[in-house]
């Protein structure tokens, strides 16, 4: 597998999810991070402000994109849309999902408050998620920092954790299936499973080869995947700060992806 830098970063997220990139700062983002190709890939929804599966932003090709967490019976998973339309099976799962995220926010926020006594300042919208939660806790007279509103509160073992509604593996593939060009399993190395997750991607386009773990991974068992199920190898940082650039596939594996989405 090709190990050369990265000549895209094709995760990302911005403030359409729970990320701190806007839109018009990504061209400025991806410079700086030495890419000219990016994919939004916003956690269970798909940007407002960009209105075909490929666009471009002051030089930069912004591939659109959505990241979509499904149950798959024994395990939780990330999937990766790229080249995304909106058609009717995607637009009505993701209505769902964010008519539950806004449900979701409400109940948690509502058990921090009653938890710590704080009261927390946060905007309930469209792709609220718990990091806006724990960046209010933060901001609050409550004794906790971000990462410890998660380890203490809203983590998925605290006292003011809260689950989500998910759609099924099944459903969610046959949607991003009809709504993009390229759907594709991301960060196998971050569930407690990676063989069993990439046993997943027999029914998928790709996998996220390329990776800012910050731990020491298998990569041979991603590789092994992406010969057996002839995936195409993607990758980027999954940042949801403005730094672009850490991660992403290298000018091979690009090339083979480019060839997949339509207008790229």
Do not use: K
């Not at 000549?7 to 911005?14: Q, S």
């Not at 006292?159 to 593996?169: A, I, K």
């Not at 990776?211 to 990569?219: I, N």
């Amino acid at each position: 597998m090709d190990d050369s830098p990265p000549v895209a970063d094709l995760h990302l997220h911005t403030t359409a999810s729970d990320g701190r990139l806007t839109i018009d700062a990504l061209p400025d983002a991806a410079r700086a991070g030495g890419v000219d190709v990016v994919a939004v890939t916003d956690h269970d929804r798909y940007h407002p402000d960009l209105d075909a599966p490929v666009v471009e932003r002051d030089g930069v090709t912004v591939v659109r994109g959505i990241e979509l967490r499904v149950d798959a019976g024994d395990r939780r998973v990330d999937l990766l849309g790229y080249g995304l339309r909106e058609r009717p099976a995607l637009v009505e799962v993701v209505d769902r999902l964010q008519r539950n995220r806004i449900e979701r926010a409400r109940e948690i926020v509502a058990a921090v408050e009653a938890e710590t006594g704080a009261d927390l300042d946060i905007d309930i919208h469209d792709g609220v998620g718990r990091p806006h939660v724990a960046r209010a806790v933060d901001a609050s007279e409550a004794p906790y920092d971000y990462q410890g509103a998660f380890d203490e509160l809203i983590g998925s073992d605290g006292p003011c954790y809260v689950p989500r509604e998910l759609p099924t593996f099944d459903d969610g593939v046959a949607a991003l299936r009809d709504a993009c060009d390229v759907v594709g399993l991301a960060h196998p190395f971050r569930y407690r499973d990676p063989a069993g997750a990439l046993a997943l991607c027999a029914d998928l386009d790709a996998v996220e080869r390329y990776y800012p773990y910050g731990f020491e991974v298998e990569t041979d068992l991603v590789d092994e995947a992406i010969e057996r199920y002839g995936l195409l190898a993607t990758g980027g940082s999954d940042a949801h700060d403005e730094t672009l650039g850490r991660a992403g596939p290298p000018e091979t594996d690009f090339a083979r992806f480019a060839a997949a989405i339509d207008g790229l």
